[in-house]
């Protein structure tokens, strides 16, 4: 089993929708990352938590450390937020431990 | 730079060979890190830089990996007598301190494909 579970693996819908994607993680963190990479290769940084929940534009996350849960939301879904969404978590200061990934596509 | 800059963004290269690619970390970052996402799989950690303190190798899958950072600035990751498998994107990424306290500025990756 990974340390860090993502859900769900693909996701598909139409433009305007609310979007949300899932992360369980199985150990002790000291921080959770919301990471996304379009095709090509690159990777943004869009959240960095430790408690609690961040708001950026359409894009929120939130943390349950009690649960061991992240979610990241998308308000008003673009065909521009298709791209693959990466949680990420550091059991330490330095490395991560990276999930599978969610690879949302936004059909217009 | 204003971000994390890596080079070549593509290199092919025939098994056997070995191949260097380059991380330039953004100015003032203390922390640059390797990690390398094979073809349908997810991103695993290679080695970390701290300051001046030895690196964290604990990612490299085999002594054929092999990582340096000169003068605390930009770091090459070289792959000797390259296999099929090392085929993947290797990404760098950098932070101010440690990313788990500062976040981390990831590059654009280089795609190495071995052929």
């Known amino acids: 089993k990974n340390e860090v579970e993502q859900s769900p693996q693909n996701l598909t819908a139409q433009e305007g929708e609310f979007i949300t994607i899932n992360c369980s993680y199985s150990v002790g963190i000291s ?33 349950n450390i009690q649960e061991k849960h992240s979610s990241l939301h998308i308000t008003a879904s673009h065909p521009r937020d298709s791209a693959v969404y990466i949680c990420a978590v550091n059991q330490g200061a330095q490395k991560l431990v990276f999930g599978q990934g969610t690879r949302l596509t936004i059909n217009p | 730079g204003a971000g994390v800059s890596q080079s070549p963004s593509n290199k092919v290269t025939e098994k056997g060979k070995d191949v260097e690619l ?53 770091s090459t990751l070289t792959i000797q007598r390259t296999q099929q498998e090392d085929s993947a994107v290797y990404l760098c990424a950098s932070s101010l301190g440690a990313g788990g306290n500062y976040g981390y500025t990831f590059g654009s990756g280089t795609r190495l494909t071995v052929v």
């Open chain 2, 22 to 74: 380059r991380c330039d970390p953004i100015s003032g970052h203390t922390a640059l890190y390797w990690y390398r996402q094979s073809l349908g799989q997810g991103l695993e950690f290679l080695i970390y830089f701290q300051g001046n303190s030895a690196p964290d190798k604990s990612g490299l899958p085999s002594d054929r990996f092999s990582a340096e950072r000169t003068g605390g600035s930009v």
């Open chain 1, 31 to 63: 921080a959770l990352h919301w990471l996304q990479q379009h095709p090509g290769g690159g990777i943004v940084s869009l959240f960095m938590l430790s408690s609690g929940k961040k708001k950026h534009g359409r894009l929120i996350a939130t943390i």
